[in-house]
């Protein structure tokens, strides 16, 4: 058996984010890698020394200005060891060293917050972000995204940052979310840059009497779990694809540790989807018939139910109710029963490993093919391509220049 090579996981374990992406890099190195891992739970403080640490590659988080600095000192010692960086896209991270990047994507992070509160009928939408950082500006990213989103909607957004970025000044903080909360037209959708910020967001709307779901829905990024499950109500979040990015880096790694190179410099993820939860469980729509067609979709989609099904339900023309539907929610009934059923699929061969003639049928399509079918139509995978990615890949590429503009 061939020696183990030492890798170095310079990530700070404390933070649920890098747990997650040292969670990927573990899956790898159990399927494919015999490494031997070195990972404290203190990255700042118990670095190794790079200058003598005799180790065969290193990833690093590079949002930290001391794991980068240190990292990026490796050349000057004339060391070639090989690094993949990880990070939020406008930490430490020196493109000209050309060490291979991961980062989120925080234009797609941010559409999947927007569609997600839209599809629930908010015509007014919100979005909670940091003041500017070195290393946040992410959350800027995310916020441009999500207001483009509402503006292809059609519906207003309002945007804060506040001047606080941590909580240390508690009451400041949440006096300047107080003012904001309570100049927002009720009720709305809003999303938080991260599970942090929502907290806060869920705290303020405590202090100012505003109900969630029903007056404001909040949703977050990163699904902390901690955090999302002792909020009260336990909030909705958006799973950022952390563990993929921990398998892709550690994959990149071993090709470098084989004497290849990278074939690009900068790896853009995904994320792997919506951890829906009570804090955006509301439906905003004034008008009740729709209301309740809507519910008994989302409720009965996987049952093969019919529209005729959903008509009996109200009581009104199936030519009427069409109307209404496609006017409100701008897609037709049978599309709403589709995107439910596809939504299924999607959160069963993710979070499963149920066979897939399993899935479609969970899903409500009567034979695999016909899902398969669909699920090309609407991801742009196959279901097996699907659950292959959510681990494997793909990468996604942007411009360079695109970390940092």
Not at 38 to 49: F, I, T
Not at 98 to 125: K, Q, T
Not at 174 to 185: H, I, T
Not at 212 to 228: L, Q, R, S, T
Request: aromatic content about 6%.
């Amino acid at each position: 058996m061939p020696r183990p090579r030492h890798v170095a996981l310079i990530l700070d374990a404390a933070k649920p984010y890098d747990r997650k992406i040292i969670s990927g890099v573990a899956l790898y190195v159990k399927e494919t890698g015999n490494w031997s891992l070195y990972v404290e739970e203190d990255p700042l403080e118990r670095l190794p020394d790079l200058r003598c640490w005799r180790g065969h590659g290193i990833i690093a988080n590079l949002d930290d200005r001391k794991v980068a600095a240190a990292v990026h000192g490796l050349a000057e010692h004339g060391l070639k060891t090989p690094v993949v960086g990880v990070g939020g896209g406008y930490g430490w991270y020196d493109p000209s060293t050309r060490i291979p990047y991961f980062s989120s994507d925080d234009d797609c992070v941010a559409r999947l917050g927007a569609e997600h509160l839209l599809e629930r009928g908010f015509r007014r939408l919100a979005f909670c972000g940091y003041p500017r950082t070195r290393v946040n500006r992410w959350s800027e990213k995310r916020a441009r995204a999500f207001q483009q989103r509402a503006a292809d909607a059609g519906v207003s957004c309002s945007i804060y940052n506040g001047s606080q970025e941590t909580a240390r000044k508690w009451s400041e903080l949440q006096r300047g979310l107080a003012v904001w909360l309570r100049s927002l037209e009720k009720p709305v959708g809003l999303m938080a840059c991260n599970d942090v910020r929502a907290r806060h967001v869920l705290e303020a709307c405590r202090a100012v009497g505003a109900r969630v779901p029903e007056d404001v829905a909040v949703i977050g990024v990163d699904n902390d779990e901690m955090i999302c499950d002792l909020t009260d109500p336990p909030l909705s979040s958006i799973e950022q694809g952390a563990r993929r990015m921990g398998y892709q880096a550690a994959s990149l790694l071993d090709q470098l540790m084989r004497g290849r190179k990278s074939p690009q410099p900068i790896f853009v993820v995904e994320p792997d989807g919506v951890v829906a939860r009570r804090s955006t469980d509301i439906l905003a729509i004034d008008n009740p018939d729709l209301a309740t067609v809507i519910r008994y979709i989302r409720d009965h989609a996987c049952e093969g139910i019919r529209i005729a099904d959903i008509v009996e339900q109200v009581g009104i023309s199936r030519s009427s109710l069409e109307h209404r539907f496609k006017a409100v929610l701008g897609r037709t009934i049978h599309a709403e029963i589709r995107r439910v059923q596809i939504d299924r699929a999607k959160q069963l061969i993710a979070d499963t490993d149920l066979p897939l003639k399993q899935v479609a049928l969970r899903a409500g399509f009567q034979y695999i093919q016909y899902m398969t079918r669909m699920f090309r139509q609407h991801v742009g995978q196959t279901p097996a391509e699907f659950r292959r990615h959510r681990v494997q890949g793909p990468f996604v590429v942007p411009a360079l220049a695109g970390l940092h503009d």
